[in-house]
Protein backbone atom coordinates (compact mmCIF):
# COMPACT_ATOMS: atom_id res chain seq x y z
CA UNK A 1 0.00 0.00 0.00
CA UNK A 2 0.91 3.25 -0.84
CA UNK A 3 1.73 6.09 2.35
CA UNK A 4 4.32 7.89 4.14
CA UNK A 5 6.88 6.31 6.62
CA UNK A 6 8.47 8.51 9.15
CA UNK A 7 11.32 7.39 11.52
CA UNK A 8 12.49 6.68 14.11
CA UNK A 9 9.20 7.15 15.90
CA UNK A 10 10.72 8.20 19.37
CA UNK A 11 14.01 10.15 19.29
CA UNK A 12 16.48 11.46 22.16
CA UNK A 13 18.22 13.98 21.46
CA UNK A 14 21.33 15.30 23.80
CA UNK A 15 22.38 18.96 24.39
CA UNK A 16 24.75 20.45 21.49
CA UNK A 17 23.46 17.26 19.43
CA UNK A 18 22.31 17.53 15.27
CA UNK A 19 19.35 14.78 14.92
CA UNK A 20 17.74 13.77 11.64
CA UNK A 21 14.28 12.75 11.47
CA UNK A 22 13.03 10.01 8.07
CA UNK A 23 10.51 10.15 5.81
CA UNK A 24 10.13 8.63 2.97
CA UNK A 25 6.59 8.27 0.46
CA UNK A 26 6.07 5.87 -1.97
CA UNK A 27 3.06 7.85 -3.10
CA UNK A 28 4.73 9.90 -6.22
CA UNK A 29 3.70 12.73 -4.81
CA UNK A 30 5.91 16.04 -5.91
CA UNK A 31 5.28 18.00 -2.77
CA UNK A 32 6.79 16.67 0.70
CA UNK A 33 6.35 19.20 3.76
CA UNK A 34 7.57 18.99 7.10
CA UNK A 35 4.89 20.18 10.23
CA UNK A 36 5.86 20.76 14.15
CA UNK A 37 3.11 19.97 16.81
CA UNK A 38 3.58 21.24 20.43
CA UNK A 39 1.30 19.94 23.25
CA UNK A 40 -2.25 20.63 22.85
CA UNK A 41 -1.38 23.54 19.91
CA UNK A 42 -1.74 23.73 16.15
CA UNK A 43 0.77 22.18 13.22
CA UNK A 44 3.47 24.94 12.34
CA UNK A 45 4.71 24.33 8.54
CA UNK A 46 8.85 24.03 9.25
CA UNK A 47 9.81 23.17 5.54
CA UNK A 48 8.04 22.17 2.14
CA UNK A 49 9.49 21.10 -1.00
CA UNK A 50 7.50 20.99 -4.15
CA UNK A 51 10.15 19.36 -6.74
CA UNK A 52 13.79 17.50 -6.20
CA UNK A 53 16.23 19.74 -5.12
CA UNK A 54 14.14 22.79 -4.03
CA UNK A 55 13.00 23.63 -0.81
CA UNK A 56 11.59 26.55 0.77
CA UNK A 57 11.64 28.07 4.51
CA UNK A 58 8.10 27.52 6.40
CA UNK A 59 7.13 29.72 9.57
CA UNK A 60 9.61 28.17 11.83
CA UNK A 61 12.92 27.26 10.08
CA UNK A 62 15.19 28.17 12.75
CA UNK A 63 17.62 25.69 13.50
CA UNK A 64 16.55 23.24 11.30
CA UNK A 65 17.54 21.83 8.16
CA UNK A 66 15.66 19.88 5.08
CA UNK A 67 17.05 18.29 1.34
CA UNK A 68 15.49 16.97 -1.15
CA UNK A 69 17.84 15.01 -3.37
CA UNK A 70 14.94 11.98 -4.30
CA UNK A 71 11.08 12.76 -4.99
CA UNK A 72 10.61 9.66 -2.61
CA UNK A 73 12.83 11.37 0.44
CA UNK A 74 12.67 14.65 2.60
CA UNK A 75 14.93 13.54 5.73
CA UNK A 76 14.58 17.22 8.28
CA UNK A 77 17.80 17.71 10.12
CA UNK A 78 17.01 19.20 13.87
CA UNK A 79 20.07 21.04 14.70
CA UNK A 80 22.34 22.37 17.80
CA UNK A 81 20.54 26.29 17.18
CA UNK A 82 17.58 24.68 17.88
CA UNK A 83 16.96 25.62 21.38
CA UNK A 84 13.62 24.26 22.02
CA UNK A 85 13.21 20.48 19.54
CA UNK A 86 11.41 18.71 21.81
CA UNK A 87 8.08 18.13 19.87
CA UNK A 88 6.24 16.02 17.45
CA UNK A 89 6.62 16.12 14.14
CA UNK A 90 4.58 15.54 11.25
CA UNK A 91 5.64 14.24 7.50
CA UNK A 92 3.23 15.30 4.62
CA UNK A 93 3.31 14.85 0.79
CA UNK A 94 0.75 16.34 -1.15
CA UNK A 95 -0.76 15.64 -4.79
CA UNK A 96 -1.12 19.32 -5.85
CA UNK A 97 -3.85 21.08 -3.48
CA UNK A 98 -6.47 17.90 -3.88
CA UNK A 99 -5.16 15.67 -1.02
CA UNK A 100 -2.53 15.72 1.82
CA UNK A 101 -1.44 12.40 3.28
CA UNK A 102 0.32 12.24 7.00
CA UNK A 103 3.30 9.70 8.33
CA UNK A 104 3.00 8.62 11.90
CA UNK A 105 5.09 11.15 13.34
CA UNK A 106 8.39 11.26 15.46
CA UNK A 107 8.15 12.58 19.01
CA UNK A 108 12.05 14.05 19.87
CA UNK A 109 12.76 14.45 23.47
CA UNK A 110 15.96 16.25 24.23
CA UNK A 111 17.43 14.97 27.25
CA UNK B 1 -3.07 36.95 4.59
CA UNK B 2 -4.65 33.70 4.32
CA UNK B 3 -5.88 32.18 7.51
CA UNK B 4 -7.45 29.08 9.16
CA UNK B 5 -9.70 30.26 12.87
CA UNK B 6 -10.89 27.65 14.78
CA UNK B 7 -12.37 29.80 17.56
CA UNK B 8 -13.63 26.46 20.49
CA UNK B 9 -10.31 25.04 21.48
CA UNK B 10 -12.73 22.47 23.07
CA UNK B 11 -16.31 20.68 23.12
CA UNK B 12 -18.15 17.77 24.35
CA UNK B 13 -20.60 16.17 23.77
CA UNK B 14 -22.96 13.50 24.33
CA UNK B 15 -23.08 10.06 22.58
CA UNK B 16 -25.38 9.43 20.24
CA UNK B 17 -25.85 13.08 19.52
CA UNK B 18 -24.85 15.74 17.12
CA UNK B 19 -22.17 18.51 17.41
CA UNK B 20 -21.00 20.87 15.35
CA UNK B 21 -17.32 22.30 15.30
CA UNK B 22 -16.72 26.06 13.73
CA UNK B 23 -14.05 27.50 10.63
CA UNK B 24 -13.66 30.65 9.56
CA UNK B 25 -10.94 31.33 6.84
CA UNK B 26 -10.24 34.08 4.56
CA UNK B 27 -8.40 33.53 1.17
CA UNK B 28 -8.07 35.56 -2.02
CA UNK B 29 -8.80 32.98 -3.96
CA UNK B 30 -11.81 32.02 -6.11
CA UNK B 31 -11.03 28.24 -6.47
CA UNK B 32 -9.65 26.14 -3.65
CA UNK B 33 -10.08 23.47 -1.30
CA UNK B 34 -10.55 22.46 2.37
CA UNK B 35 -9.93 19.80 4.57
CA UNK B 36 -11.56 18.84 7.99
CA UNK B 37 -8.96 16.06 10.08
CA UNK B 38 -8.52 14.21 12.61
CA UNK B 39 -5.82 13.85 15.12
CA UNK B 40 -7.18 11.04 18.09
CA UNK B 41 -4.49 10.48 21.17
CA UNK B 42 -2.59 8.11 18.46
CA UNK B 43 -1.46 11.38 16.74
CA UNK B 44 -1.83 10.04 13.26
CA UNK B 45 -3.65 12.71 10.96
CA UNK B 46 -6.52 11.36 9.47
CA UNK B 47 -8.67 13.54 6.46
CA UNK B 48 -12.09 13.52 7.53
CA UNK B 49 -13.98 15.16 4.92
CA UNK B 50 -13.03 17.32 1.86
CA UNK B 51 -14.46 19.96 0.51
CA UNK B 52 -13.88 21.92 -3.53
CA UNK B 53 -15.06 25.32 -3.66
CA UNK B 54 -16.79 25.78 -6.71
CA UNK B 55 -18.99 22.78 -5.91
CA UNK B 56 -22.49 24.83 -3.95
CA UNK B 57 -23.56 21.33 -2.81
CA UNK B 58 -21.85 20.73 0.85
CA UNK B 59 -19.50 17.29 1.40
CA UNK B 60 -20.67 14.74 3.52
CA UNK B 61 -19.18 11.32 4.37
CA UNK B 62 -21.38 8.62 6.32
CA UNK B 63 -22.00 10.40 10.18
CA UNK B 64 -20.01 14.09 8.43
CA UNK B 65 -20.90 16.50 6.98
CA UNK B 66 -20.26 20.14 6.26
CA UNK B 67 -21.78 23.57 5.85
CA UNK B 68 -19.60 25.82 3.58
CA UNK B 69 -20.89 29.42 3.12
CA UNK B 70 -18.52 30.53 0.43
CA UNK B 71 -19.24 34.03 0.59
CA UNK B 72 -19.08 34.13 4.73
CA UNK B 73 -15.92 32.15 4.04
CA UNK B 74 -17.01 29.72 6.56
CA UNK B 75 -16.64 25.83 6.60
CA UNK B 76 -18.47 24.00 9.78
CA UNK B 77 -18.09 20.35 10.56
CA UNK B 78 -21.22 18.15 11.94
CA UNK B 79 -21.13 15.26 13.44
CA UNK B 80 -24.26 13.20 13.91
CA UNK B 81 -25.07 10.26 16.40
CA UNK B 82 -21.28 10.93 17.94
CA UNK B 83 -19.56 7.66 18.95
CA UNK B 84 -16.54 7.33 21.84
CA UNK B 85 -14.47 7.25 19.43
CA UNK B 86 -14.89 10.58 17.79
CA UNK B 87 -12.70 11.56 20.70
CA UNK B 88 -10.10 13.72 19.19
CA UNK B 89 -8.49 16.83 18.06
CA UNK B 90 -10.19 18.32 14.90
CA UNK B 91 -8.23 20.50 12.63
CA UNK B 92 -9.48 22.97 10.14
CA UNK B 93 -7.12 23.05 6.79
CA UNK B 94 -6.95 25.66 3.96
CA UNK B 95 -4.28 24.69 1.15
CA UNK B 96 -2.66 28.17 0.43
CA UNK B 97 -0.68 29.28 -2.78
CA UNK B 98 2.26 31.51 -2.65
CA UNK B 99 5.37 32.13 -5.67
CA UNK B 100 7.19 29.18 -4.31
CA UNK B 101 4.66 26.69 -3.66
CA UNK B 102 1.13 25.20 -1.78
CA UNK B 103 1.55 24.95 1.90
CA UNK B 104 -1.45 23.60 4.08
CA UNK B 105 -2.41 26.19 6.62
CA UNK B 106 -3.87 25.10 9.82
CA UNK B 107 -6.48 26.46 12.38
CA UNK B 108 -5.40 26.01 15.58
CA UNK B 109 -7.76 23.16 16.49
CA UNK B 110 -10.90 21.56 18.29
CA UNK B 111 -10.08 19.27 20.99
CA UNK B 112 -13.66 17.18 20.94
CA UNK B 113 -14.35 14.67 23.94
CA UNK B 114 -17.78 12.37 23.31
CA UNK B 115 -19.02 11.19 26.61
CA UNK B 116 -20.92 8.27 27.21
Known amino acids: DGGITQSPKYLFRKEGQNVTLSCEQN?????MYWYRQDPGQGLRLIYY???????QKGDIAEGYSVSREKKESFPLTVTSAQKNPTAFYLC??????????FGSGTRLTVV | AQTVTQSQPEMSVQEAETVTLSCTYD???????LFWYKQPPSRQMILVIR??????QNATENRFSVNFQKAAKSFSLKISDSQLGDTAMYFC?????????????FGEGTQLTVNP
Open chain 1, 92 to 101: ASSFRRIGYT
Open chain 1, 27 to 31: LNHDA
Open chain 1, 49 to 55: SQIVNDF
Open chain 2, 27 to 33: TSESNYY
Open chain 2, 51 to 56: QEAYKQ
Open chain 2, 93 to 105: ALPVEETSGSRLT
